[in-house]
């Protein structure tokens, strides 16, 4: 170990357990560096609220722009998969299980973004394909890490 982290585990070990630092030191990460859960209740409320309008740009407007009714059926798939999450993502955020809340979002702006992007124009998009499986992979995560966490 290099000399300047011995010198600060040292130091830390000599704090007190009562102080914030010395909490920290056992964690593999710094807890400053994580979303704390209010942060993940906004994005799930962000989420959510989107998921809504995007539902209903789906369900009144999509179709003057888009004439293929798999592409709208997706459009409407990618609203539900979204409003779903958004209120999985709440949830974790009020049990105060962040990973599993991040993995949930994470997934969910992958997942349904490329759903929509692809939707929307497939050719120009058209890399973004191999996203939509990473998204769902990563809801799944935090479903597993909801219970697990």
Not at 37 to 42: F, V
Not at 91 to 118: H, P, W
Not at 123 to 136: A, Q
Request: charged content about 10%; some cysteine.
């Amino acid at each position: 170990m290099p000399r300047r982290l011995t010198r600060l585990a040292h130091s830390l070990s000599a704090l007190g357990s009562d102080h914030p630092a010395a909490a920290e030191r056992h964690l593999p990460y710094s807890t400053t560096t994580m979303l704390s859960s209010q942060h993940l209740w906004n994005i799930g409320c962000l989420l959510g609220a989107t998921g809504v309008g995007l539902g209903a740009f789906g369900a009144h407007a999509l179709s003057k722009y888009v004439t293929d009714e798999r592409q709208l059926k997706n459009w409407s798939t990618a609203a539900q998969y979204q409003l779903l999450h958004a209120s999985a993502i709440l949830f974790a955020a009020s049990r105060g299980k962040n990973v599993a809340g991040m993995m949930l979002a994470t997934g969910t702006v992958l997942f349904s973004g490329s759903i929509y992007a692809l939707t929307l124009d497939r050719e120009r998009f058209r890399w973004l394909g191999p996203v939509t499986p990473l998204g769902g992979t990563a809801m799944i995560g935090g479903w597993l890490a909801l219970m697990m966490l």
